[in-house]
């Protein structure tokens, strides 16, 4: 019924449609954006089609966009959203542009993106009304502070109450080299721009948008869409070369922290400092890769209560491939010159490709915060070329159907069989705002459960890609459960509040019905007394470790992380005996670290002597205070470390500083420790020997430049005496399998026989965690019968926890790569090319087949000889090793492994025998590196607090980054429970290293964490 | 008598000269086989020197041998060089002189299947050989590719695929990776590679670049003042100039998310493609061709080691990068800026020092219309002199904007030393 309803348009390229009731008369009006190649601006003006009535049952229109001004002549219209900015009632719009070419990435582009483009640039407009009611549209981007420029490529905007404080906020995406931007409402008619605030790393070429709350905590999540595909075979056509240096330039010049895949953030409330966090964890959700994708849409499909993903994608032209770049397109030019053809048109050459149609994804939310892929399952398995898409109960049955768009081809109509399938419960929430916000857009909707489960949604339409959803709140929930309350926040900040709300109907609420605004109901309320306080400032404690500049990647081609920053080194101790403890941060060459006293009034001071300056060659990475010489005062031990010099070099020395006593340290002589030229990290100190003094295990990390082999550990015996430090490396008498355990990254001296004589607890990466026995001061590795063999991992900490069971740190489910014992993640290395030397080549799962990690170009980079195997990027698209290597260097190559990626806890189940449970899944956000055992919130159970993240994997992998530290609660009769950040206010964000607990003077108690390249961070548990 | 002047027929394919030395047309013809599969595999141009060296230099030790009289081998001329013996049975020199160049050339490229269709392709013009002059021909130019494969692999190239990947250095006035695709930098460690000619690859080092400077009043801004200025009001025979010599092996346009690449011939391809074509049109026999491409191969192959050598230790940024950060961000030159340092250009210091030697091989006035880039889309340009293309390939980098003028100067300076050193260290002819 278009033509009927007068809708028929303008005739050009049509993108995003908006459904709003702009003049507030009750009646739904629509507003379809424009795009394309066309020179009169007049013909790139969006249409606003002005509902005047219902005829018939039929709705018709008149466009008003000129006289609203809100037709935006010459603009290249994505989207456009209604929303009620500043909260006067009516309905304001923010129009998404984008460029009408693509800015390649440039470098210094200040200029360009400091100067406003109203074509191209996004724009907000000010819903103005006369005194005699007529309305009109201000356009007031640059007085509001939206980003505006000429390299905007906008594919997606969505508005939600980010962080909880009653005033919408934006996300807007950007395809292509400029940022997302995330506008925070400053409740003044302004915004601030805070993307590098809140979000670590972004989507590199944004596509479409959806921000909901998918995990039921009350704080709305934002997910992106890009271009990653799922299987192997295209993503190894896809990637080219190493991009360090070209992410770096970017990076420098201003353009953030991006990667090709999906993002989805996980909202962790507001920190102390006013800053809205979040924690991108698609990986770890398994939503991340689903190919060119346009449009993710949160919404309840199988009214299970918990917000499921659907996920268009398709492109009609497989032109991203490698293959395309290097060889169809330049040698079909050439081919067509020879034969006089010098009109040679890329496009005619795109045309002639074949479509390749991939299926869309849903996937269902498991409650868990993860995802599982049911696309085959739901039936959504249609190979096409999908787009925009929208959700809404088309047949009034209590369920969501799927409206789906696609590239020649008729759009998708898919019914919603949950009703015959499920039978699950449903609530459809309608809303009539007062004021000229009829529909009530902004408005929050609060279900809890008997059960106390919560959800939560904010009504804006406008989702996805290009999409409108229905103007309606709609909640599904299991078949046994029943609503406790509900609670509408109406835009105004008025609320309605039921109770006994019935299941399965469709509720129609009025905000002329609603009481006043009740303490905040709603999303983030803000605890009153949270348990940590950021201190940093005022600890006096300011220290920042500053990274050199060695790049790994540059000599170890195929590294699939760097070795060179793993400091700095944390270590605490009463050094100069006056009850109070104080701390050493040691730091990366060239910058050696400083050690801080601490006071009566619990503040830190450089103490005024740092004799560790003048030792700057060395790299840092770990430090200790203990007394070496037993004359009862806490000396100084620190490891070197790093990737930086060569196997072997003196550099890797450690240094041993001894205490007079008073805090005023001095380096023991040269001979006082035996010669340690290998690359460590890990120290452990114990009595191994039971002779009453201290000696030491230091962990070889990686032998540098050969990558995953493993550099020495030592074992030191102390025999100092009469004053005399001396420590004798006995490793090869006592025990030769300490000598190269593995990529040692942590040791724990721990007396599980209760002997006196401590066994030793090893962590590494691609090792297993081992134990070595120790019977009468002879160590044996014991490793297999504690049934520890396929504990294989990324070990990275280890700690007490009381009893005797441990905390082991590792890797996280947050990466690309998962591992598992029947799918391992592993390393071959062999001299692949018999060229002198050793190339790792790291492996890992891709829907059950092992495939080597590295793309045809890096590969080829490092193994020049394949060079001639794999010239086109298909040849290598579906290579497995035995595809690339023959048989016999195959069988002569050593295999790393890692069977498991979690962190959790090692329970000693007596006889020697150990086992291992994975904590929950939010404490495998990232890479742990540090675990603290304490009653942090003083209910006499012991907690555990973690915290921890890697930043140097390789730039396509990105950082890993998503921790911004956990509070475990302990619960009587064992077991932990996560905290939620906001009420424990807990944001230990950073590339950290490590953590430790410091008492002050009045008993209360510090956390001290230490960075690499960044400040250290001090918090203050509240808790008493 | 059909059968026999079948056989003749076969014997004449490349036979312009009839008994005695062959004509040069099948050697022309391996040079454009090697060069096509160069141009598909992407060889960066101090890379693409290097194969036409090897390839060059078997065919022409296999032709001295083959052919004995009037040239002399390298053995003795050039350090550490190998002595081929002469063969030992009947063979048809050039079968056994374009075999040894296939098969060189098939061992440095990538695609060996392509080169090898090549080769077949080419050889089966001798299929008239009786099947012993055949197969010991094929015999004696193997014998001369493994023995030149085995002087190539001292050259330290294989050495240098294990150094660390280059960094470039974060200060002002240095090299960065430049857009569109801020690819890695091309061979940082090429001085290393073993010269042929040089005593060193700094023998003939440049005077080197102005001191770098923000100022508008320095040497430094004028040089890249004038290049942005230039390109901006570029004449229509300036952007011909410059195309036709842009010789970029691998331009990648990136239009949003299409990319593709845009291949086209290496400076030292387009300076052999000019030998094959005043070869031909001299009518030089496959020796005489041959004694070309080689003293050709060797001046290219010397200078872009020199050149890489100064490349790397001056490190000098590019004038799209500092155009874009002081005088106008929203710039871009005419052609896509190469990846890696700017000073010296390589096209001038390549082209002076080839055309210094060619002048010298085969005459300083021998006017040519270079068709080599027909293929790639423009028009063929006329050259009065090897020196006076020289001359234009070595300013259309000016045009292209790309280099600043003293990097122009500095190269065609050393280039002109090191093509005179050349032809005072190998003499070909007795």
């Known amino acids: 019924m278009t033509r009927r309803a007068g809708v028929k348009g303008n005739g050009t390229w049509s993108t995003g449609v908006s459904i709003a009731d702009v003049n507030g008369d009750g009646l739904l009006d629509i507003y379809v954006c424009h795009s394309g190649k066309y020179d009169d601006p007049a013909k790139l003006s969006n249409e606003l089609f002005i509902c005047q009535g219902i005829k018939d049952g039929v709705p018709f229109y008149k466009d008003m966009a000129a006289e609203y001004g809100l037709d935006a002549p010459g603009t290249q219209s994505t989207q456009a959203v209604f929303f009620d900015y500043d909260k006067d009632g009516d309905l304001d719009m923010f129009l998404l542009n984008h460029s009408n070419h693509t800015y390649n990435p440039f470098l210094n582009t200040r200029k360009t993106r400091s100067t406003p483009d109203f074509h191209f640039g996004n724009r907000l407009f000010r819903n103005d009304r006369d005194a005699s009611g007529h309305i009109h549209f201000t356009d007031v981007t640059l007085d509001a502070g939206i980003v505006n420029n000429a390299l905007n490529f906008g594919l997606s905007v969505t508005v939600s109450d980010l962080d909880g404080d009653g005033w919408p906020d934006i996300y807007t995406t950007s395809d292509y080299t400029e940022k997302d931007c995330y506008y925070h409402n400053d409740h003044n008619g302004h915004f601030t721009e805070s993307l590098n605030k809140s979000f670590t790393h972004i989507s590199k070429y944004s596509m479409g948008s959806d921000i909901a709350d998918y995990n039921n905590d009350g704080r709305p999540d934002v997910i992106t869409l890009d271009m990653l595909p799922e299987d192997n075979h295209r993503q190894k056509l896809l990637k080219g070369p190493d991009e360090y240096d070209e992410y770096h330039l970017l990076l420098d010049s201003g353009y953030y922290h991006q990667q090709m895949r999906n993002m989805l953030h996980l909202n962790e409330g507001v920190d102390e400092h006013g800053d809205l966090r979040f924690s991108e964890i698609g990986q770890l959700a398994d939503v991340s890769n689903t190919d060119w994708s346009w449009s993710p849409l949160f919404a309840d499909f199988d009214n299970d209560g918990w917000k499921d993903l659907f996920v268009s994608n398709g492109y009609l032209r497989d032109f991203t491939d490698m293959d395309f770049l290097k060889y169809t397109v330049p040698d079909a030019k050439i081919a067509a010159a020879k034969q006089g053809n010098q009109n040679f048109q890329t496009y005619g050459l795109v045309q ?673 | 008598m059909k059968i026999l002047a079948y056989i003749i027929v076969c014997l004449n394919t490349y036979s312009a000269l009839g008994a005695g030395v062959p004509g040069g047309a099948v050697l022309h013809r391996a040079e454009k086989a090697l060069t096509d599969v160069i141009v598909h595999d992407i060889f960066s141009p101090p890379v693409a020197s290097r194969i036409y060296l090897y390839a060059n230099v078997a065919a022409y030790e296999t032709l001295v041998k083959a052919y004995p009289g009037d040239y002399r081998s390298l053995h003795g001329q050039v350090k550490a060089f190998p002595d081929l013996p002469a063969p030992r049975e009947k063979i048809d020199g050039g079968l056994s002189a374009v075999y040894a160049f296939l098969m060189v050339g098939k061992k440095l490229v990538f695609s060996e299947g392509m080169m090898e269709d090549s080769l077949q392709s080419i050889i089966s013009g001798y299929r008239g050989l009786s099947r012993s002059v055949y197969d010991a021909s094929l015999r004696y130019g193997k014998r001369a590719a493994d023995s030149i494969m085995a002087w190539a692999d001292k050259d330290q190239y294989k050495e240098t695929r294990k150094l660390p990947r280059y960094r470039f250095i974060k200060k002002e006035g240095k090299w960065i990776p430049t857009p569109p695709a801020y690819m890695a930098a091309i061979e940082p460690y090429w001085n290393k590679i073993r010269t042929v000619t040089l005593d060193s690859c700094s023998q003939f080092r440049p005077a080197g670049p102005p001191p770098f400077s923000k100022d508008t009043g320095s040497i430094f801004y004028r040089q890249a003042y004038d290049v942005y200025v230039t390109v901006n009001k570029l004449t229509q025979e300036q952007k011909d100039i410059a195309n036709f010599w842009d010789c970029n092996p691998f331009a990648v346009t990136m239009e949003g998310h299409l990319h593709y690449a845009i291949k086209k011939i290496s400076p030292g391809g387009h300076w052999m493609s000019i030998v094959g074509i005043v070869a031909r049109q001299k009518g030089l026999s496959i020796k005489e061709s041959s004694a070309a491409y080689t003293m050709a191969s060797i001046a290219l192959f010397d200078a872009f080691i020199a050149c890489w050598d100064e490349k790397y230790r001056s490190n000098v940024i590019r004038p799209e990068t500092y155009i874009d950060a002081y005088i106008n961000e929203g710039w871009r030159p005419l052609l896509q800026t190469p990846p890696f340092p700017e000073y010296v250009s390589g096209h001038s210091i390549i082209s002076q020092s080839t055309a210094v030697v060619l002048s010298g091989m085969l005459g300083d006035q021998v006017a040519f219309d270079d068709s080599t880039e027909v293929e790639f889309g423009l028009p063929a340009r006329h050259f009065s002199s090897f020196l006076e293309a020289a001359q234009e390939a070595a300013q259309s980098r000016f045009y292209g904007g790309i280099h600043y003028r003293a990097a122009i100067e500095g190269g065609l300076v050393s280039g002109d030393e090191i093509g005179r050193w050349v032809m005072r260290r190998i003499r070909l002819k007795q």
């Open chain 1, 352 to 1024: 002639k490709m074949p479509s390749n149609k991939l299926s869309n994804y849903i996937f269902h939310n498991k409650g868990d915060l993860t995802f599982s892929n049911v696309t085959a399952d739901w039936g959504l398995s249609l190979p096409t070329v999908s787009n925009a898409a929208a959700y809404a109960d088309l047949d009034n049955d209590g369920d969501l159907d799927l409206v789906v768009c696609n590239n020649n081809e008729p759009a998708l109509v898919y019914r919603n069989e949950e009703d015959k399938l499920k039978k699950n419960h449903f609530l459809r929430i309608r809303l009539t705002g007062e004021g000229m916000n009829t529909r009530a857009y902004g408005a929050k909707a609060l279900l809890i459960m008997e059960d106390g489960t919560k959800q939560y949604q904010e009504l804006y339409p406008v989702r996805g890609y290009q999409s409108s959803m229905a103007p309606e709140l709609f909640f599904g929930f299991p078949s046994e459960a029943s609503i406790r309350k509900l609670t509408v926040i109406w835009p105004s900040g008025k609320e309605t509040v039921l109770t006994g709300v019935q299941a399965d109907q469709t509720m129609n609420l009025s905000e002329k019905d609603a009481g006043n605004a009740t303490a905040a109901a709603g999303a983030a309320g803000r605890p009153e007394s949270r348990l940590f306080t950021d201190v940093t400032e005022s600890s006096g404690l300011i220290y920042r470790h500053q990274e050199n500049d060695f790049v790994d990647f540059k000599s170890e081609v195929l590294l699939p992380y760097q070795l060179s920053r793993e400091g700095p080194a944390l270590a605490k101790g009463d050094v100069n005996g006056d009850g109070l403890e104080d701390v050493f941060v040691g730091g990366a060459i060239g910058l050696p670290g400083h050690l801080f006293l601490q006071d009566k009034e619990g503040h830190f001071k450089e103490s005024v002597r740092q004799p560790w300056l003048q030792d700057s060659v060395h790299e840092q990475v770990n430090a200790v205070f203990f007394d070496a010489d037993k004359d009862g005062d806490l000396d100084l031990y620190i490891v070197s470390g790093g990737n930086e010099y060569g196997d072997g070099s003196p550099e890797y020395q450690d240094q041993l500083y001894i205490n007079d006593g008073k805090g005023n340290f001095t380096k023991a002589p040269d001979d006082a420790l035996p010669p340690m030229l290998s690359s460590k990290l890990a120290i452990a100190v114990g009595d191994f020997d039971n002779d009453g003094d201290l000696d030491l295990f230091v962990g070889g990390r990686g032998q540098p430049g050969s990558f995953p082999l493993p550099s020495a550990s030592h074992l030191l015996r102390n025999d100092s005496h009469d004053g005399v430090v001396h420590f004798t490396d006995v490793t090869d008498l006592v025990c030769p399998a300490l000598r190269l355990p593995g990529m040692v990254t942590s040791a724990l001296w721990v007396d599980m026989e209760k002997d006196h004589f401590p066994e030793l607890v090893l962590g590494g990466e691609f090792m297993s965690v081992k134990l070595f026995d120790n019977k009468n001061g002879t160590l044996r590795d014991v490793t297999e019968r504690a049934g520890l063999t396929h504990l294989t991992g990324m070990w990275s900490c280890i700690a007490a926890v009381g009893g005797d069971d441990l905390l082991l740190g590792n890797g996280g489910y947050n990466d690309q790569f998962k591992a598992s014992v029947s799918e391992p993640m592993t390393v071959w290395v062999a001299d692949w090319d018999d060229n002198g030397t050793i190339d790792p080549l790291f492996c890992y799962y891709i829907q059950g087949k092992n495939y080597p990690m590295a793309s045809r170009d890096e590969l080829l980079d490092q193994i020049v000889p394949l060079k001639k195997k794999f010239v086109h990027y298909k040849d290598y698209a579906d290579a497995r090793l035995e595809d690339i290597f023959p048989k016999s260097k195959l069988a002569g190559a050593k295999v790393y492994k890692c069977e498991e990626m979690a962190s959790g806890v090692l329970h000693n189940k007596g006889q020697g025998r150990m086992d291992f449970t994975a904590w929950p899944v939010m404490a495998q956000f990232s890479k742990v590196y540090g675990a603290v055992v304490d009653d942090f919130d003083g209910d006499g159970i012991p907690d555990v607090l973690i915290a921890g993240n890697f930043f140097p994997y390789r730039t396509r992998l990105g950082r890993c980054d998503a921790s911004l530290g956990l509070l475990m609660k302990g619960i009587a009769g064992g077991g932990y429970q996560p905290v939620d950040p906001a009420v424990s206010g807990l944001y230990i964000g950073g590339d950290v290293r490590r953590l430790v607990e410091i008492r002050n003077p009045s008993g209360g108690k510090l956390l001290v964490v230490a960075k690499n390249d960044d400040a250290v961070q001090v918090l203050k548990v509240n808790a008493k």
